[in-house]
């Protein structure tokens, strides 16, 4: 993927529109918030989704609404409506005009690529001519353990866990997995993995998911992946607050502060994850809240 970057930083250097086309979870989004920050543009990333039918009516009748921002990037953009797309070309065909945010759209349809005159109509043609095929991550294999090692680290912090590394035997299974999902599914695997601290819950479940996919249907119960992924990240915030607590004695100020987060949010989780009373009567029962 560095050739593919090196192109995006160059566009990102310009005032050109971008087309990003890749399937679901390739990397768009991050992508196009790269591109945002390499142009060292200190205006703000501005996301618009043009899957809402609402985006389509504000651009038609207040595109200035819409067009704010450093960069304003177009998830969807093959489901915006073609009047929309045409007041677009309108605007950024007026040379008149300036200060306009830069565009990157995204897209999941390949025949932008084909030169298919009926799918290229109004705004699709000037983004056609600066376009960037992402591909699966299963055609990237040399991407597989960069990316699953950067999830492992963030994780392993967010988590309080070790940043221990991944057994030949899983770095073996990535390496050959399909990896449907792409770069979401591999994100999600790690977390995972850091929350649980074992591997075989992963690949059994990547297996099941997979077995699910291909045969549609199946004999035994299958768990989602991000079923158990979200089990397993509720389990290790448990036990990584019980943990901050405890060596806090239960000062919550503190224990939020170490934490990272507001005195509110570490209220409300100590709630949500279950804590009482009970869960303190073993400690020091003389905490404070200084």
Request: with cysteine.
């Amino acid at each position: 993927m560095h050739w593919l970057e090196s192109i995006a930083a160059e566009a990102a250097r310009t005032h050109c529109p971008v087309l990003l086309i890749g399937d679901p979870g390739t990397g768009k989004r991050a992508l196009a918030i790269r591109m945002h920050h390499v142009s060292h543009c200190k205006e703000p990333f501005e996301e618009v989704d043009c899957a809402n039918a609402n985006v389509a009516a504000m651009i038609s009748n207040d595109v200035a609404a819409v067009l704010q921002g450093g960069t304003v990037y177009l998830h969807n953009f093959d489901e915006l409506s073609l009047p929309a797309r045409n007041v677009l070309l309108a605007v950024y065909s007026d040379t008149r005009r300036d200060n306009l945010p830069r565009l990157i759209a995204a897209t999941r349809q390949r025949a932008y690529t084909l030169g298919a005159s009926r799918h290229l109509t109004g705004f699709g043609h000037a983004l056609a001519s600066v376009s960037l095929l992402l591909p699966p991550l299963r055609r990237r294999s040399e991407d597989i353990l960069v990316l699953a090692e950067y999830f492992r680290n963030s994780y392993s912090d967010l988590f309080g866990r070790d940043r221990a590394r991944l057994s030949n035997g899983l770095s073996a299974f990535f390496l050959t997995y399909a990896w449907p999902g792409n770069i979401d599914e591999l994100d999600l695997a790690i977390r995972t993995l850091v929350a649980t601290a074992d591997e075989g819950v992963v690949m059994e479940a990547l297996q099941a998911s997979a077995l699910c996919k291909s045969e549609g249907t199946s004999d035994r119960p299958i768990v989602p992946l991000k079923k158990a992924a979200r089990a397993a990240t509720q389990n290790a915030e448990r036990e990584l607050i019980c943990n901050v607590l405890e060596r806090t004695d239960w000062n919550r100020k503190r224990a939020a502060r170490e934490l990272q987060i507001s005195y509110k949010a570490l209220l409300y989780k100590i709630k949500q994850i279950g804590l009482d009373e009970q869960d303190r009567s073993g400690l020091n029962a003389g905490y404070n809240e200084e």
